[in-house]
């Protein structure tokens, strides 16, 4: 392969961060206040718990499947344990550092389930995951019918708490969110869990005849992304100190546009967590330019609506220009092997 295809193929596997940047631009020229210190950290901030979502949604589909129930787990996950903790069993459950990682486990649970009957009964997983979501949010609704609060503090911290760095004051949450995709970094790039997990993607049959365990990887894809997502709620209930039934409605769309923006294929095994970190941010400065300029909330959701489908026609058209790249590469041996026999 040659060093133009390379750089070729790669910039279109980062060209989310050409967009980011020319995005932060026009802001800076059309968006008033939005290059100030606390506008970008605000940005960061109100990106983490999509960001995490992005990554849970992304996760599954580079296994060359879908996950729509992510932010029912989002509110599931942290209510039932915080119910757990507060009204049905607070002398057994009521340490905050258990709930934490019951929140977690309820979470994996729930992505288990999902998995098994995805890679195991060979269940469509848009129907799957799409009813796994009514049936979560429709718990919460039952399970919730009002907001509980106040969380305790160790619960919440994560969500809310922030920290003095460089002579800012800097959310946790963002530090943890930037952990968590450098740790995803490593896991798909260095791995060999994630070399096969992203060949399961690629191709299963090919991978399965090589002697992976396919529905290993699909089931393993399916439980992270549900962790990945009871720790967002985990970070939606401890910023606004809470548990209540619209924690996470709606978001898993915006997910499943910022995993597309950031270079992840519908197709599966093509992506990665630092392109699913720009799209998320992506996303994040999208919503945080049109709250700035006053847009109503209407068209604020009309607007996330057009992006969700430029994110699928990016898709589209990103994996054309990939197939014609790769083309016209095999061609040019083609023709330079006909002239060396010639």
């Not at 631009?25 to 960061?44: D, K, Q």
């Not at 400065?285 to 996330?304: C, D, E, P, R, Y």
């Amino acid at each position: 392969m040659s060093f133009s295809l390379k750089f070729k193929l790669a910039l279109l596997d980062n060209v989310i961060w050409l967009m980011l940047f020319c995005f932060f631009i026009l802001c800076l020229i059309g968006v008033p206040e939005f290059a100030s210190a606390a506008n970008i950290v605000n940005i960061f901030y109100h990106s983490s718990i999509m960001s995490i979502l992005v990554l849970a949604e992304g996760f599954v589909l580079l296994s060359g499947k879908l996950d729509l129930s992510i932010d029912g787990i989002l509110a599931f996950a942290p209510g039932a344990v915080i119910l757990l903790a507060t009204k049905w069993a607070p002398d057994v459950f009521g340490n905050p550092w258990l709930c934490l990682v019951l929140t977690i486990i309820l979470g994996g649970l729930v992505g288990f389930f999902n998995g098994f009957c995805v890679a195991k009964l060979d269940m469509n997983p848009f129907m799957q995951t799409l009813s796994m979501s009514i049936i979560l949010r429709g718990l919460v609704l039952f399970l919730i019918p009002l907001s509980i609060f106040p969380l305790n503090p160790a619960y919440s911290y994560i969500g809310k708490a922030r920290l003095s760095l460089l002579g800012r004051s800097i959310p946790v949450t963002i530090i943890a969110v930037l952990l968590i995709y450098s740790v995803f970094g490593f896991i798909l790039r260095r791995t060999v869990f994630g070399r096969n997990y992203m060949a399961t993607g690629g191709n299963e049959r090919a991978s399965y005849v090589a002697g992976i365990d396919t529905t290993r990887m699909i089931l393993g894809g399916y439980i992270i992304a549900g962790m990945l997502a009871a720790f967002a709620g985990i970070l939606t209930a401890g910023r606004q100190d809470s548990v209540s039934n619209t924690m996470g409605s709606g978001a898993v769309m915006l997910a499943f546009a910022g995993a597309l923006l950031g270079g992840t294929s519908m197709s599966g095994g093509k992506g990665s967590a630092f392109g699913m970190l720009g799209g998320s941010l992506l996303l994040g400065m999208f919503s945080n330019s049109l709250n700035l300029l006053g847009v109503t909330v209407t068209l604020v959701h009309a607007s996330q609506g057009a992006l969700i489908f430029v994110a699928i026609l990016a898709d589209r058209l990103r994996i054309r220009a990939r197939a014609r790249l790769l083309r016209n590469e095999q061609l040019k041996k083609l023709k330079e092997s006909e002239v060396a026999l010639g």
